[in-house]
């Protein structure tokens, strides 16, 4: 039973680290609109929280995280322009690294989180890392399977009132390691049906080009 159980996790390790030249992010999606009147093409600008503009570091960030969400907006008929703004809209992300779900709970190094730094300061969130693997091997150690958990939210209000008039958020889990390739797809994900979403919880799945990418979340 023990030889099946390492078998069958190398299978899934070797389908997820091999050669595909596309991978789907599969988004949980919830929207909620306001929008009255909108006309694709209408101007926008960021909006930042305090926490996002108190360090070099932290602008840095979310200069980084607004560049991935304003594809996104494009798309969805929006305009920015820092000026002569309509709406503001303001970004977030969270990134955390979690036990994959190939993991055996019984056979883990240890119980609960162990707290680590934060994975992209300024955004505006910390990430908890668990630590465990699949089996266990006295001498090998257990095999360790990264697994990302991402959520994305946008919030746009109307000017010069600041009334929300639209609210949206993507969550995914997955193995994909490198965030700026994965949050620009969430985003996405999180704008479609803009100004008009489906009401409730939703599906949204979109390939992302390419392989696999190797590196740091």
Request: aromatic content about 12%; charged content about 20%.
């Amino acid at each position: 039973m023990r030889s099946l159980k390492i078998l069958c996790l190398l299978a899934v390790f070797t389908a997820l680290s091999g050669c595909a030249t596309s991978w789907v992010v599969d988004s949980e999606v919830n929207s909620h609109s306001r929008l009255q009147g909108f006309a694709p093409g209408a101007s926008y600008r960021f909006e930042r929280l305090p926490s996002q503009t108190e360090s070099e570091r932290a602008r840095q960030a979310q200069t980084e995280l607004e560049a991935m969400a304003a594809p996104a907006l494009a798309a969805a008929g929006l305009r920015q322009d820092e000026a002569a703004a309509r709406y503001s809209v303001q970004v977030n992300a969270r990134v955390m690294r979690v036990a994959s779900p190939w993991d055996d709970p019984w056979m883990r190094d240890g119980w609960g989180p162990r707290w680590g730094g934060p994975w992209y300061p300024g955004w505006g969130w910390h990430g908890s890392v668990w630590y465990g693997g699949g089996w266990n091997d006295p001498f090998f150690g257990p095999p360790r399977q990264p697994w990302y958990l991402r959520e994305v939210s946008l919030v746009m209000r109307e000017l010069p009132g600041n009334t929300v008039v639209y609210e949206t958020r993507a969550r995914h889990d997955g193995p994909y390691n490198i965030s700026q390739h994965v949050l620009p797809v969430m985003f996405s994900a999180a704008l479609q049906g803009f100004p008009n979403p489906p009401a409730g919880d939703r599906r949204v799945d979109i390939p992302l080009g390419g392989p696999k990418p190797a590196g740091k979340p």
